[in-house]
């Protein structure tokens, strides 16, 4: 069975940090580049990055660059999103995604290739 769980999620203040964990299961990560995407209330999802399979190219979206940092553990079967300097904008559910296709290279977030089937972390960023 094909599974994904998100976690590390929480509350916190603006400025602090987070690290989010994407455990496989059911797949090999290494197959497959993986990313990242959230979906605040109201809003559509949106890309906040991807990564190649062996992590030798990473893509982030304008608002999070230089704040937040994508990795991949292949030998444990887990992606991560280490998130920093964090701003109430990034308050979202987050979700982690298998990316269909090249998995040498990613590109912005693309709904029809980014497969995400988890139930995704929250995290909220408030004073």
């Known amino acids: 069975q094909l599974q994904v769980v998100e976690s590390g999620g929480g509350l916190v203040q603006p400025g602090g940090s987070l690290r989010l964990s994407c455990a496989a299961s059911?797949?090999?990560?290494?197959?497959?580049?993986m990313g990242w995407l959230r979906q605040a209330p109201g809003k559509e999802r949106e890309g906040v990055s991807c990564i190649s399979t062996s992590g030798g190219f990473t893509n982030y979206a304008d608002s999070v660059k230089g704040r937040f940092t994508i990795s991949r553990d292949n030998a444990k079967n887990t992606v991560y999103l280490q998130m920093n300097s964090l701003k109430p904008q990034d308050t979202a559910v987050y979700y982690c995604?298998?990316?269909?296709?090249?998995?040498?290279?990613?590109?912005?977030?693309?709904?029809?290739?980014?497969?995400?089937w988890g139930q995704g972390t929250q995290v909220t960023v408030s004073s």
């Open positions: 995604a298998a990316i269909l296709g090249r998995p040498d290279y990613c590109s912005d977030y693309n709904e029809a290739l980014w497969h995400s």
């Open positions: 059911g797949f090999t990560v290494d197959d497959y580049a």
